[in-house]
């Protein structure tokens, strides 16, 4: 893979002679084996020729958008790349293209932010070196913030509701009336705690608990 998108960064570079301006990279994911990346960096390769950008490396990967930024390989790479100014600008498809998640987007788009790399999205039109494109970047954190309240709300009110109708939060307790039962009776038989937790294969602060909840 590795070699077939270095063959296509030269031969990119041999199609025309051009003045570029600009070193950029392209970042092309797709989900599946099944799906290919071959559409998009053609498209983008016309882009970048449109606007002469010189195609410095292409970051290809197959994965989930859902995915968190740690499991992408690729595009750990790209943001290492860019963090050592390898190129100024990147180019996608589209904005899901980097993440599906918000929360994610916002921490890609603020790392490259901090190191002046911008994101030009081919699908949405947007270009964060413009003005209209660097207010779509923080329109995208009032999103996620806004995204991040409303899924604490939503979960706040589930479970005030749940716990009006009689659900009980917390881990569930191992200590059955059976246990306590049988903790009782091998402690009334004269039995040290340890043996008993070792009889039941309990721990020694489970008897001790049990022994207090019989008294209770």
Sequence with gaps: MKKHIDEMVKSYREDDELDFVLD??????VS?????TENQIYELKEICK?????IVEIYDETISGTKGVNERAELNRMLEDATRKKFSKIVVWSVDRLSRSMKSLV???SQLKDIDCDIYSYQQGIDTSTTMGSS???MIGIFSELENN???ERQSI??????ENGAKFGRKSIMSD????SVVDLRNQGLSMRKIATELNISTFVVQKSLKTSVI
């Excluded at 950029?24 to 994911?29: D, G, N, S």
């Excluded at 599946?32 to 290919?36: A, C, D, E, N």
């Design 178 to 181: 059976k246990l306590v039962k």
């Design 24 to 29: 950029i990279a392209l970042y092309v994911r």
């Design 136 to 138: 779509f970047f923080h």
């Design 50 to 54: 449109r606007n002469r950008w010189n």
């Design 107 to 109: 921490n890609v788009l």
């Design 150 to 152: 409303i899924r604490k």
């Design 158 to 163: 589930g479970i005030r509701r749940a716990l």
């Design 32 to 36: 599946t084996s099944s799906q290919h």
